[in-house]
């Protein structure tokens, strides 16, 4: 076992070793290729990385990454020399912020949670989160979609008691929505994903567990009730050997569905996010590193996914089905084409999605797409929807249960939620998640009542007006001159006295 | 008869008294279960607290929700000690704002009245009118719907005399408008609902009176002049007995419709509301409570709603025919199924509302829905609008004489107008009523002027362009980068000298 | 004769003489009546209040107004005390933005004259040139419906020479625009619409004189070259007597085409010209005449336009064609229907028009209507325009040439403009309007040149794309919570320095 | 050989001579003709001008505008004097700005160019390259038409290798775009149009070389490396014999396409650039020469073009074709008729284009126009597209490569790209012209992979939703009164401490 003070003398460029999780590792011929710059890694030469490296990894990318033999073996823990971290004006700042939370009572429907996060989360974790690609068009128009949709509400029916229960590929869902795959949960709270299993648990919604997760798949397991249900959402890798490892090891932990990403062959450019990262470097380092051809733009997520196998095809459903008996669904569908395709080669559904925007840009809406599925799965094949045997679901863009109404009324099995579910943990701890699900349990309620939907069952196509839905319009730029020339009116003004507005 | 002295001992959370109109209640048992939470009773324990309970309670709500056994009786007046209000800087600077005011005459339309209210009333009052469900699209769409309907004047017709008046429900109204049920009136003056009873009579309009008035609906029917119609706005008492008394009253105090509400089984969730409540209370004890359950956020009106029957159905519309001979009418309807669904049942009429977008967000506007009922049941049943036996109504989103004119030329009989009344009141009390209808008058001679049309008959659909009335359409998110780039063009500029602009 | 002495003895509310023109009026028993409140008139009680009288009122004001018994005849000139007119700071500064106008050269377009007119001219002539009905949407509407209009332009045409000259009416014009009639031309300059008149003669195109022109009719004919061609605009006076000796005055003096106004029964609300009215008064006083029933708030405008008959129907066209042999043309018309019976009655054109956006708000504008005219005149009537016999007008928010040549592309004879002259002379006095017509002159060369047509009777419906031209939308209401959530996309900043943006 | 004493005598109005790349010219008698004004000429008299004169004129503009004797000959170099410019503080400032530049590789799109060549490009310089016609409308246009088209991207290809090389012309080509001929290139770098042809040879794309630009033809030509492709663009002269020469010239050159522009038969107005040359004048000057019909205030560019043949026509092309073998393409048809006519003459191709909003606003955008042709010539002559023998581009707007990818699937063969290139070259030389193309491969690389297109033939029709691509909206004017009565929600606030939103 290596002693701290032996660990400390290896602090520079020359030979630098760090700590992760009690075990050392000799970094020095990966300081150049480290995604993040080697900058951050000498800050941390000789002493422990782990607080630093927790939230931006997932548990295995150091031992994966690194050759078995710069993997030096374990440290004794009273020996490692604490890291002083300087607190900065700015985290202090964050700090007084954190403290000023209002009462999570005050926090009265998702959004709430997002202008919290904003405030409160460091601001590499919030870019992390909340950007998306290129000009984020679709990531707006992810919830701008819903707004294209409206109600036609029933009355004098008996809503004296609603019921939004469901099952999700045959699982029971206490509402009609699940928690989806995203990564890196610990940015926001050093529970990570375990907060969202926890509440899941709790609340009887699902849970999918991503594959770049910052708490690793076993933990995240473990942490669920007894029979609590789980999926796994799935990166296929370059080698199929480590994807059969994986999948088959999800299998026989009890994961109940697996859903295969297939709209990021490569993941997307997040230039909110790429901007963090420069501001975390020494500019003069990132400009030559630019030039030298080591793109360090690319950000962290980016890095740690090179090996996702741009090469996955229709062919490789197949094997799929060889390995597991898991029910497969494919995650990131964008158009009906490929939706019919999934249902001939006998998968179990598809997620209507584009990444959370975060893939694409000006690919749309999951929601507008389940019209498209809708409507040509049954000119084509016959089908009805919400079908038991190919279940849609979409996601990105909700805030509201009447926007997963919306999906329900059109078709969807369920919904995923993502990033709302991140900022209420992220803002608020645990109490956050709970009160995340409890505002949308109250909303499912009020809302079905307002639409005279005693059961999910009730809620069906012919209560919402979809006209709009394939609408993108953008208006004709605006005439300047005209504008500036205009005088607005005003209304009746108070004498003298200074107004409140 | 109890005496002020011996009720001002009982100024505690273990033994709180208080006084309302004069009698005497002990609610130190009521503390923990009041809406509006305990702090604000315990400020007046032991004192009169009618100043305070009066605009944001309907009379009765203190004897019905406090069991009998806890009303101790009169007290003798001289004995009560008067509460000292503080006046707080802000309230200083409202009183300012309302000595501030323009003259009446200056008053030059409905929004003017918004505008005026919005800074004179106190901020809950504010809140609890202007607020809507949770985004407040609806709210907005209900005005936003009227700007979509373009008109098709004609010219050359002699428009020397205008008549705008018409019939109700077979009663003559000077304007083809009523105004609408809205609750508690005191909130924005002390008269409430009397003064829109007053200048409804006044000027020879309808009123339609509200069950959740917070002026008795005696004595709102007590100050109408002979001969003065009102109509009546119920909410259905999960018990139908207190229900039958309070329609068979209204029957017999000369009620000539009876306006069932249908869109509320639940009062919604009103967040600009729920926010102000916050603010009344102490943040510490707001926040325990949320988590012990009792969920003061909700606001006052939801509380004093809690006796509506969610299980109201249309089974139950036989009983109601059975209980009064008054037409039936209901209000709320969404689609053209339920408005079908209502003449086929031999209803007298339909409100075509979304409850002012208080209640379910997304649902279309009144005006909107108006189109498609009004196409449907010409298809299906042959009706032509407006008609004798089946009357049509919208209201929400009214500010011009233009817009209750589009409503008519597609055939409803007449529109509810609410919150510019509350307003009208709000800031200038009764001579608020009486400009607010003089302007709407005023309006209505000078467009059917121009519109062509001599009388309400001749306001026909041919005078209407609807073609866009179904368009809801949000336009692509904006291109951030592109427009922060884009250097808007100039106009030529003054020299040197400062611009007026 | 009287002298200015003993006219100056009359000075108070009891005896009240003012002197205009040279004449003497005793107004005493008017002033209750004067739509502009009695108090501007007492400032000049027996003094000279031409300066004040003369931009605001047509000519013949005072002496259609007065009984014969108060015209107490002329002054002598000499003894006339002049009035000392106290500049306000507000003056002053009008004054030095006046002193600091860009050199006209430096105005590039007709939004130029406009953005320095609304600096230069005083508040009440802004207010009464740029105001218009209600919430003033039909008024920016036609502007903005030149904008639901793209060009289809042609190349490789031979356009070294290009010619826009055409004629209205038969009579010769050198660009597809007149100028079209607008009250109160002295408001803006002293030479009222005599500017208009010159800059018409110079540069050959045909003015439209109003009815309620501030200079009297004679003048504005007098002003004109031999030659020249000139329109009149009629208002139709109750008394048919008065109607008929000015237009067989007009037809004498040579007017080659009646335009009789049709839109404006009554005169329209204008609510930024009456706001400015209440500014001009002693509060109190209005308020009081506001309840009083003489309603001041109106305007100058609606005031001197009582005369106007609201009985006027088709039948009184026989009528009109009896008493002149000149062109009769209804300016005001907007739907198809109202232009078939034009058509059919054997008018010989109409304008399309909604009198600026100042009459019923929510009308259309005329680009619109022309649309619809000429696809159902053909319909009906196998019409195709232009159309000799039978020609379509237009007026409304034109800015640019282009504006002009997609009217003229859709089967427009001529495009009428207002405002943008009236901004032109107010801003620049005559220079401004040769400038104005230069600058149109300029655009229609360059741009009939990248359409690729020669001539005027090249510019066809194919080269327009009309299809979104009844498309009147209003985009959902916005979700103010989530977009406050959303942070901006920053492109690259600068180091350190300040930025230029 | 003059000596620079010589020349220095010459330093008044009534004697000016100045030096133009060490030659001396006699400009004395040009001074009042000069487009851009005496008053810059005399800065320079006697002087040397080559730094003013070379950005802002083709290198032959002096030698083809003065006669033969007004050209003096060769100055002794040593002898001549060097100007001092005063560096103002504006330019300081501006200095600054270049020396704050971030560095390259924080740049992220092509956005971040625009954004800081805006800020270190000198303000005449910025303005002639972002100005555009009239109210500009066209040239957002052209941006914001792609943002109405939606991809439909597909799922689970192999896109291990995407290839997203082309060929133009029957040329290679290693995108799908081209550098587009734009005017003036020294403008932003002293290297001007050089910048394009390095960074085009070195990145395998190809360049159009324009008529106006800032470095001679030869030139640009000698800077091409072996094998490069270049285009030419051709401004026709009304002097067919220049014209001539300049083709065969550029033919004997080796260029490989002839892209004769069609939409400037007269330089469009751009008030921004007008407005510019005014700030540079003396205002007086100005006024003046406004009046004396010398109108300066078209700008350099309007200038130099007066030799454009406005008669061009359809019947020339057939002397083009007799003149020289390159393939011709028309540059600027903007209409499916135009398209056609051009196949049916049997040219090589057409770009749709408006000339970046230059010239005729309201012009829609090249990619809308590609829709209509791509659709009426598979109607009227079967062609589909891209197509071998009759190739389509557009160009106008792009920004992003998923911009260029909509007009790949929807048929061109390339996109012209002006521009975002030559503020890439002016905010950091040519490295930010490596960037900027850099950038590009990076997008189409990451965008074909997510679109599923393995090669450039794999983006087809079926990938792109154009459903609005044709849908030209202008929203409803708003209503100002409901708006500023509205209150926006707000969301859960912090306590007390300072948020940092």
Redesign the interface.
Known sequence: MLSGKEVAKHNSRDSCWIIVHGHVYDVTEFLDDHPGGSKIILKYAGKDATEEYDPIHPPDAITTNLPPEKHLGPVEPDTVERVEVEVTDEEK??L??I???????????L??F???A??VMADKAWAYY?SAA????T???N???Y??????????????EVDFATTILGHKSSMPIYITATALGKLGHPDGELNLTRAAGKHGVIQMIPTLASCSFDDIVDAALPGQVQFFQLYVNKDRKITKRIVQHAEKRGIKGLFIT??A??L??R??D??MK?DAED??E??Q???EGVDR?QGAARAISSFI??????D??KWFKSITTMPLI?K????W??AL?AYDRGLAGVVLSNHGGR??????SGIEVLVEVVDKLKEKRGLTFPHEKFQLFCDGGV??A?DVL?AIALGATAVGIGRPFLYAYSAYGPEGMDRALEILH??F???M???GAPTIKHVVP?MV?T??I????????T????D??????????????????
Not at 147 to 160: E, S
Not at 359 to 364: E, I, S, V
């Open positions: 700042a964050r007084a912020r403290a000023a939370r209002p009462p999570l009572s005050t926090i009265l429907n959004h709430d997002e202008a919290i904003r405030q909340s290129d000009d984020e068009i990531n707006r128009e919830h701008a979609a707004h294209r949709i409206w109600f036609r509400p029933r009355v004098l029916r008996d809503v004296t297939v709209d062959p490569q997307g450019r230039e909110k790429m901007r420069f500019p003069s990132v400009t590193a630019g030039s733009s196998d741009p090469g996955l095809n229709w490789d459903l494919l990131g569908v964008q158009c084409e490929d395709e893939q694409l840009d000006f690919a749309r805030r509201r009447t919306k109250s909303e309620e009020m809302n009542r307002l639409l012919s007006d006209s709009n394939h609408t993108h319009i953008v208006a004709v730029p005439d300047k001159l005209y500036l020339n205009y005088e607005s009116l005003q209304h009746a003004m108070l004498k003298e006295v200074k107004s409140k507005l």
